[in-house]
């Protein structure tokens, strides 16, 4: 069975970092894409960015909102992935979610982790 | 940038009824689309991939139709698991995503 278990969320500061980790099982972690999608409160979904496989040169895309702030790596040998957030803004607040790739599309879910930005 | 919107933004409906969904791409994005299902506290649930294909495990009474900028989600006869949001999701390129603004299925 696949499954996908983010950590790391938390209360931060304005302008502080904090990274995300997506665990993951049941699947050869390796050969898929992997993608970064949030959801501020009370609101609809955003997507963040995705990391190809290695066998894609395991390249990085981002959305214009978090590019140069947040960046997405990944280690096959242990099944994670990573979402580095630098800089963080109020605005960043919000249930922070990786998804396997099929096709382009976010084919499995994690359960989320919350991230709020405050003061 | 490609926009995604989707209508209605809400809709209230009684069980056993069919319910459509569209969203509209500000551009052609092929078949480039996908469905969500979200519940509350729940992540999202992928229902249909490349606007037509059914995810496996998802039942048949969902479908998708469409391609180019005009896209459906039919639910054919609503059962009570089926109230939530629906999102659409657009992937024409590969280096960016787009979701629209979600479409809410409520008791009637």
């Known amino acids: 069975e696949v499954q996908l278990v983010e950590s790391g969320g938390g209360l931060v500061q304005p302008g502080r970092s904090l990274r995300l980790s997506c665990t993951a099982s049941?699947?050869?972690?390796?050969?898929?894409?992997m993608s970064w999608v949030r959801q501020a409160p009370g609101k609809g979904l955003e997507w963040v960015g995705f990391?190809?496989?290695?066998?894609?040169?395991?390249?990085?895309e981002y959305a214009a909102s978090v590019k140069g702030r947040f960046t997405i790596s990944r280690d096959d040998s242990k099944s994670i992935a990573y979402l580095q957030m630098n800089s963080l803004k109020t605005e960043d607040t919000a249930v922070y979610y990786c998804?396997?790739?099929?096709?382009?599309?976010?084919?499995?879910w994690g359960q989320g982790t919350l991230v709020t930005v405050s003061s | 940038d490609i926009q995604m919107t989707q209508s209605p933004s809400s809709v209230s409906a009684s069980v056993g009824d069919r319910v459509t969904i569209t969203c509209r791409a500000s551009?052609?994005?092929?078949?480039?689309l996908a469905w969500y299902q979200q519940k509350p506290g729940k992540a999202p649930k992928l229902l249909i991939y490349?606007?037509?294909s059914l995810q496996s495990g998802v039942p048949s009474r969902f479908s998708g139709s469409g391609s180019g900028t005009d896209f459906t989600l039919t639910i054919s006869s609503l059962q009570p698991e089926d109230f939530a949001t629906y999102y659409c999701?657009?992937?024409?390129?590969?280096?960016?995503?787009?979701f629209g603004q979600g479409t809410k299925v409520e008791i009637k």
């Open positions: 490349a606007a037509s």
């Open positions: 999701q657009q992937a024409n390129s590969f280096f960016t995503w787009t």
């Open positions: 049941g699947f050869t972690f390796g050969d898929y894409a």
């Open positions: 998804t396997r790739i099929l096709m382009r599309f976010g084919q499995h």
């Open positions: 551009q052609g994005i092929s078949s480039w």
């Open positions: 990391i190809r496989s290695k066998a894609y040169g395991g390249t990085t």
